[in-house]
Nanobody, 113 residues
Framework: QVQLAESGGGLVQAGGSLRLSCAAS?????????VQWFRQPPGKEREFVAR????????VYADSVKGRFTISRDNAKNTVYLQMNSLKSEDTANYFC?????WGKGTLVTVSS
């Protein structure tokens, strides 16, 4: 059974950057299946952030993060990353990694204005 572990969250000032990691254990990411990042802001529903699929060249982003966030993967490390730049207060949320039916427990990102 695949287990996903997110890391890299924390407190950052608006305009700053963070890089989140999603490491898989108990199995490997199938290169051709998508891995997604979702987020859940306080008091709101979970929302899609970004997806990477294929060999890593296929990416999709929510409009709210397009141009600021970059999703990437390191197949050798079985890890997917989310580079977040120009962070805004509205990016504050618990960020989750998703692969097939598997979800991580999330990592909290707090952006102070």
């Amino acid at each position: 059974q695949v287990q996903l572990a997110e890391s890299g969250g924390g407190l950052v000032q608006a305009g700053g950057s963070l890089r989140l990691s999603c490491a898989a254990s108990g199995g490997t990411f199938n290169t051709y299946l998508g891995v997604q990042w979702f987020r859940q802001p306080p008091g709101k529903e979970r929302e899609f952030v970004a997806r990477i699929y294929g060999s890593g060249s296929g990416t999709v982003y929510a409009d709210s993060v397009k141009g600021r966030f970059t999703i990437s993967r390191d197949n050798a490390k079985n890890t997917v990353y989310l580079q977040m730049n120009s962070l805004k207060s509205e990016d504050t949320a618990n960020y989750f990694c998703n692969y097939r039916e598997y979800w991580g427990k999330g990592t909290l990102v707090t952006v102070s204005s």
